[in-house]
């Protein structure tokens, strides 16, 4: 069994900065890729980042130079760090781990204020 359990989000006003960070426990044998998604109301889930075990990380347009995302192998811990947020940009985020199949966290609020 894998467990996935996030931390951080909040409230923030517009221009400001958040970090995520996401830890996965268990059976981690084979573990690969791990990032976020996250989903607005009304609205479906998207990816907002994704980074593999070597390190190569992958972004949408729309976050590509205000958001971060980066991993520590040892502690099976990854972290979003988001600048410049912007209203849009309110949602739940979800880590998610991929070890044999798709782990998610509970998901984190994140709220921006304009």
């Known amino acids: 069994q894998v467990q996935v359990v996030e931390s951080g989000g909040g409230s923030v006003q517009a221009g400001g900065s958040l970090r995520l960070s996401c830890t996965a426990s268990?059976?981690?044998?084979?573990?690969?890729?791990m990032g976020w998604y996250r989903q607005a109301p009304g609205k479906r889930r998207e990816l907002v980042a994704g980074i593999s075990t070597g390190g190569s990380a992958s972004y949408p347009d729309f976050v590509k130079g205000r958001f971060t995302i980066s991993r520590d192998n040892a502690k099976n811990t990854v972290y979003l760090q988001m600048n410049m947020l912007k209203p849009d940009d309110t949602a739940i985020y979800y880590c998610?781990?991929?070890?044999?199949?798709?782990?998610w966290g509970q998901g984190s609020q994140v709220t921006v204020s304009s």
């Open positions: 268990g059976s981690l044998s084979g573990i690969g890729a």
């Open positions: 998610y781990c991929d070890v044999r199949t798709r782990y």
